[in-house]
């Protein structure tokens, strides 16, 4: 559709937001540019929904949260900031590669004692979780690791998220991939699915947020 009179473009919206958004902490800032220069840096977590989230937490009160799937740590460091000194951020992912990136930046940040790394599949540090008793009791969980799995991540979640808890999925409008059914790969099909599953699930009130690629917030019942 073209564009009325006087009318800005989706760009010229999206840099307007993106300029009235509150300054990042420093050792965030440093650790997004540390990441940028570093390969796959497209698995970083945008800055503005991360501020959104943080902000979610903080109104929560949050203190236990949940991140799956951490790359150089910047989504766990922002947690972390978001809650109080004897908070605790259950930091999932497979490999040290990049984790190891982040660390340095967790102390520096003076967080890093918040943060307890687990590196294995997600599924069976979570699952340990559920047998170990922790049903119920966190807080938060962002997920954004590994699309086949994201429906047992949200299933998972949801035993380990209190009433009242916050389960936020990554990349729900996954570059509008999902939106074209020509599109079979399996992630797409796994995220389409999920979205599908979210939006009828009597066990929580869900909203897909129009921020970065796409990030759908749901409220356990």
């Known amino acids: 559709m073209p564009l009325l009179k006087d009318e800005v473009s989706a760009e010229e919206r999206m840099a307007y937001i993106r300029g009235h958004v509150s300054e990042s902490h420093p050792v965030l800032e440093k650790l997004k540019e540390i990441t940028e220069g570093r390969s796959r840096a497209a698995m970083l977590s945008d800055y503005e929904s991360s501020v959104l989230l943080s902000n979610m937490l903080k109104f929560a009160c949050a203190k236990k949260c949940i991140d799956v799937g951490v790359f150089t740590g910047y989504s766990s460091l922002a947690w972390a900031l978001s809650i109080p000194q004897d908070g605790k951020v259950v930091a999932c992912d497979i490999s040290t590669e990049f984790t190891d990136i982040g660390k340095p930046f967790w102390k520096e ?15 069976d540090t979570l699952q340990a979780m559920i047998d170990g008793g922790e049903t119920g009791t966190y807080d938060f969980i962002f997920i954004d690791a590994d699309k086949e799995s994201y429906d047992m991540y949200y299933e998972q979640g949801l035993l380990l998220l209190r009433q009242g808890g916050i389960i936020a999925v990554d990349n729900s409008f996954w570059m509008g991939r999902c939106m074209k059914e020509s599109d079979t790969s399996l992630p797409t099909q796994a995220i389409r699915q999920l979205n599908a599953k979210i939006k009828k699930d009597p066990r929580v009130t869900s909203v897909m947020i129009n921020i970065s690629d796409g990030i759908f917030i749901c409220l356990k019942k």
Do not use: Q, S, T
Request: charged share 25%; net charge neutral; glycine share 6%.
């Open 109 to 123: 940040a003076g967080v890093d004692h918040k943060i307890d790394l687990r590196i294995a599949p997600a599924l």
